[in-house]
């Protein structure tokens, strides 16, 4: 069986449905690159989803009580608890004899890569039934951009003021670690190829995890309007790489496919200039973040070797 | 009466959103290729696409970001002030 809703097919543009499961009007920020992503992932997933948000802006996006944006059941649950919530939850519906529902993890950088990180890291190696996807927004932008560990080196917060020192965690690597069946990363700039991550995700049963970057304008500082050209410009410029793990095997997904040579790659700055939480780093601190990022590319081809 | 704390899927949970738009995207049909971007790019889900391929936009929830401009190949939208 391929997917529980036997969802087979390649997604387009054409073929991404016009059925909205993410309601307009909802309190997240103009510009927003999380709810732009998960209006894409709730298409792609289809109305037999349930979502668990644990704190993070998701949460705050859903509006005032009685109304959510969601058409699909949403649990809001504690901050540290959403993967062990979504594995009580695929338990529950196992023991009704539901198997046609995704159980899927929407949480923030902060609940996963900080507080929520022993649940997730449980879940994946109990190997639950369920679908994780960080949407990261290098932050904690809902309470007003404090740094996670997820921030990236050299990018301002409020609790960063001259630039972050420490490096970015890699998430993504740590869930490899766990040696679950899928782990892949994609950019809210390309919708069309997490939708197309989510359609083999749901393909496989165990855990499966996405991390999403996920510019945002008022943390990163830039205009809303800009949100989609940000994201593109972490990917061409090679400061976020996207890829998917499965089976021990990786592969480069969509325009990063075609970056592995670092002189096709546009230069960090154009990245950097266009954010105002890089404004604190200077040409040396640039200089670091390069060799981080040739790094990061190093590994990851290493994995793509096999 | 129960009172549940369950919300239900409804438009406008956050509010009339429109009302925080400074500037509203205006749509130039004939310009308009019909690749629709703006539909696959719109974080609110409020540019619509038609059986014809036209787009339109819905003002009551727009935020008014500018994406769909910005996305917009032809230059079909513009962006244009309020007040």
Redesign the interface.
Known sequence: MVGHQGITETFT?KS?T?E?Y???????C????A??AM??GLKALGPRTVLIVPACCMSV????????????PVFNTAFAASAATASGIRAALEMKGITDVYVVCWAGDGGTADIGIQSLSGAAERGDDLIYICYDNEAYMNTGTQRSSSTSEGARTTTTITGKAERKKDVPGIMMAHRIPYVATACASY??DFANKLRRAVSIKGTRYIHLLSPC?PGWRY???????VGRLAVETGAWILYEWTGGRCRLTGPSSGLADRSRRRPLEEYLRIQGRFSEADPSKIEAMKKRIDEEWEMILELCKG | MVVL?????????????GM??IKRPVVDSSKCTK???CW???????V??GSKGEVWI?Y????????C???CAAHAIK?VREV
Not at chain 1, 63 to 72: L, N, R
Not at chain 1, 223 to 229: A, D, H, R
Request: glycine share 12%; net charge positive; proline share 11%.
């Open positions: 543009l991404l016009d909205e993410l309601l307009p009007g909802n309190a997240a103009p510009g927003c690159a709810v732009m209006r894409i996006a859903q509006g005032h009580y009685p109304k959510t944006p969601s058409k699909v919708p069309l304008p205009p809303s309007e800009k949100t989609v050209e | 704390p369950v919300s239900r899927g409804r438009e406008g949970a956050g509010g009339l959103t925080w738009r690749c629709h971007l696959l790019f719109c974080p609110e889900g409020v619509r696409r819905v009551e929830f727009c935020k008014g970001c500018g994406i401009a910005e996305v962006m």
